[in-house]
């Protein structure tokens, strides 16, 4: 019986839009009829998602799942890298907590998770016309060569036709595909069945010469160039790189000031107050105040509360926050940042790094205590102050308790999630997901004389749809199509 069509796309560099592309894809194929899977077979990203069978995924791999109409699954997305330190990062297996892994061990490690990684993929090709597959990073970083499963390592154990985007938005596309070309091995270059480029600005003739160049030097037909499409930005973002390029709208009724942990977490939290237009989201930037006149300060989720809690005393705002409660400002802490609100954090086991305790912002009057076991769950619950339904995911390690508990922000089932301060004015919630909801937020930018004009899903459903609309005037997907389609004849011709 022949395979499953599928294809992957590679990358000459990261945030080259490889999940953008995927993403816009998977929605041109299913608009087209076709069932289709994403897969990443390894990720690195500390922003997540929790897959419908209970465990962590890429969060690009997420939003690629509601292009392809799709629920997320943990085989979409295998290993996934969570860093913890420069050198060392959560190892994630099938959405488990597999351990915490120094760099050179986990390359070590890496080739014994190909079987795994490869399992994933013939789970979801069951049940799909067509597998589109995000590699990560470059396939021409070969001094991780040895044992990859991200990018060419995965592509000829699997046997799937690669094609390599060229992100023409940082320059020097054409030294760089025309490079990768030249530092791939024979094998994996026969891999690669043409490429694309990505974030055009400008006439796209232009560059007609510079296509006809890679192809003359590679071999590689052109599959088309990809404008730059601003409704991009609508969609999750998978790297905090990403946050580096947030606008925030001058004369915004609400100033929400959100400090950029250098471990920050699931921002896509915040998505939808950035495309509010009453609010004004600045993210403060390592060695910046938090500006005085925002009117609420947002700590979001942190990969290392412990470290990212010294980073934030390191940047002096810690002392900016108390000047910011003194002068009647509101703070919100979500996980990490709920965690960080309180007067103690311990790490008995030094799960987040050397075991020890030390001294929270004390703006709520908890103590949080890191416990062995992960907490991974979609969620639903209720507004306490509003009693408006909410919903969301929970990833945490950890449980916070103390006075304000009492006072919870959020009731899920028949716990109680989250703390408020005496005042009202500082909350925290270890619910991910929150201001997705329509209703929630507009009721919460209510309550500080903001309106709410958004219909957030919404956007995002039109977002993919027109990101979709973009590639197929941009893209041969008849060509890319054929591509993906050559895996199942040879294999079908040979089986």
């Given at each position: 019986m022949p395979l499953t069509s599928a294809l992957m796309i590679q990358a000459t560099g990261s945030n080259a839009g490889k999940s953008t592309l995927v993403a816009g894809l998977a929605r041109v194929l299913v608009r087209r009829g076709l069932r289709v899977a994403p897969f990443k077979p390894q990720n690195m990203s500390n922003n997540a998602a929790i897959a419908v069978d209970g465990g962590e995924i890429g969060r690009a791999q997420a939003v690629q799942?509601?292009?392809?109409?799709?629920?997320?699954?943990?085989?979409?997305?295998?290993?996934?890298?969570?860093?913890?330190?420069?050198?060392?990062?959560?190892?994630?297996v099938r959405g488990q907590r597999m351990g915490t892994l120094r760099a050179k061990n986990f390359l070590d490690k890496k080739k014994d998770l190909l079987p795994l990684v490869l399992e994933s993929f013939a789970h979801l090709s069951r049940d799909a016309d067509i597998v589109l597959v995000e590699g990560a990073g470059s396939p021409a970083e070969i001094n991780l060569r040895a044992g990859d499963i991200a990018n060419m390592g995965f592509a000829i154990a699997a046997d799937v036709p690669v094609v390599l985007a060229g992100d023409i938005d940082r320059g020097g596309v054409i030294a760089s595909l025309v490079g990768t070309h030249v530092v791939l091995e024979?094998?994996?270059?026969?891999?690669?069945?043409?490429?694309?480029?990505?974030?055009?600005?400008?006439?796209?003739?232009?560059?007609d010469a510079g296509l006809d160049a890679v192809t003359r030097m590679t071999g590689w037909p052109s599959l088309g160039v990809v404008p730059w499409l601003p409704q991009a930005a609508w969609l999750p973002a998978e790297d905090a790189l990403?946050?580096?390029?947030?606008?925030?709208?001058?004369?915004?009724?609400?100033?929400?000031?959100?400090?950029?942990?250098?471990?920050?977490a699931n921002f896509d939290d915040l998505d939808p107050l950035a495309m509010e237009p009453g609010v004004a989201l600045r993210f403060v930037r390592p060695g910046e105040p938090i500006p005085a006149e925002a009117n609420?300060?947002?700590?979001?989720?942190?990969?290392?509360?412990?470290?990212?809690?010294?980073?934030?005393?390191?940047q002096g705002w810690d002392i900016d926050i108390a000047a910011h409660v003194r002068r009647g400002g509101h703070v919100l802490g979500l996980c990490g940042g709920y965690q960080m609100l309180g007067k103690s954090v311990a790490d008995p086991e030094g799960l987040d790094g050397a075991p020890g305790r030390v001294e929270g912002l004390g703006l709520l009057d908890i103590d949080t205590v890191?416990?062995?076991?992960?907490?991974?769950?979609?969620?639903?619950?209720?507004h306490c102050a509003s009693g408006l339904p909410v919903e969301g995911y929970e990833i945490h390690l950890g449980r916070s308790d103390g006075p304000d508990g009492a006072r919870p922000m959020l009731k899920i089932g028949e716990r109680h999630d989250g703390a408020t301060s005496?005042?009202?004015?500082?909350?925290?919630?270890?619910?991910?997901?929150?201001?997705?909801?329509?209703?929630?937020?507009?009721?919460?930018?209510?309550?500080?004389?903001?309106?709410?004009?958004?219909a957030y899903e919404a956007q995002v459903e039109t977002a993919l749809d027109a990101l979709a609309d973009h590639l197929e005037a941009h893209l041969d997907i008849d060509a890319l199509l054929a591509i993906a389609r050559r895996r199942q004849d040879t294999n079908a011709s040979t089986a």
């Open positions: 799942a509601r292009a392809a109409r799709m629920p997320p699954s943990v085989h979409m997305n295998p290993v996934l890298l969570k860093p913890e330190t420069d050198t060392g990062a959560q190892v994630i024979p094998e994996e270059r026969a891999q690669i069945r043409g490429f694309l480029i990505n974030k055009f600005r400008g006439e796209v003739k232009l560059f990403d946050l580096e390029s947030n606008a925030a709208r001058d004369g915004a009724a609400c100033v929400i000031a959100v400090p950029m942990l250098a471990r920050i609420v300060v947002i700590l979001p989720g942190s990969k290392s509360t412990l470290g990212d809690l010294a980073f934030l005393r390191a890191m416990q062995g076991d992960k907490s991974t769950t979609l969620t639903q619950g209720v005496r005042d009202g004015r500082v909350q925290g919630t270890y619910l991910h997901g929150l201001f997705s909801s329509d209703t929630f937020r507009a009721a919460w930018l209510k309550g500080l004389g903001t309106a709410s004009s958004l």
